[in-house]
């Protein structure tokens, strides 16, 4: 399996590709709710023109939460810290479509913003914030309409406990 260095992306392979291997990894990646005004940030994939929450692969020498901040500034543009774990997901275990060869676990965190402005990428583009009732059509591979009410969930009430898989 290929795996993520400076700049450049991991792919899994799906279970169905001819390139997947018979022995199975665990590989970690995160994602982040970053919530302005009750209103959740998102950003539409170039892949399949679909929004999802920023998020991506956990770098080897980066923890989870360098990792989610480090997403979220190069996805959307906006600088944000990590507030708090809101899931735990086993993503096989879950509605994500394709399924994936091997286990991918997303971890879930809120964020503050702290600054930036939208920007797009090389993987993104557009950047926004959306209401609960107003998502726009998700990426089924990446976010869950679930993945979202957790989120927002979490944000309105601390004491909920994180979900974890």
């Known amino acids: 399996m290929a795996k993520r260095t400076q700049g450049a992306r991991t792919t899994l392979p799906r279970a169905d590709s001819p390139l997947a291997r018979r022995d199975s990894h665990h ?15 998102g950003y539409r994939e170039t892949a399949d023109g679909k929004w999802t929450l920023p998020g991506g692969w956990i770098d080897e020498t980066a923890s989870p939460r360098q990792a989610a901040e480090r997403e979220v500034r190069e996805e959307s543009g906006y600088e944000v810290k990590v507030t708090r774990l809101v899931a735990i997901k086993a993503r096989n275990r879950r509605a994500y479509q394709p399924k994936m060869l091997g286990e991918c676990y997303k971890l879930f965190f809120l964020a503050s913003l702290v600054g930036g402005a939208p920007a797009t990428s090389i993987e993104t583009s557009g950047v926004a914030f959306f209401a609960l009732d107003e998502l726009p059509l998700l990426s089924p591979g990446r976010t869950l309409e679930e993945d979202i009410r957790e989120a927002y969930a979490a944000h309105l009430d601390a004491s909920i406990a994180p979900i974890i898989d």
Do not use: D, F, K, Y
């Open 27 to 41: 590989h970690p990646g995160v994602c982040l709710a970053p919530i302005r005004h009750l209103r959740l940030n």
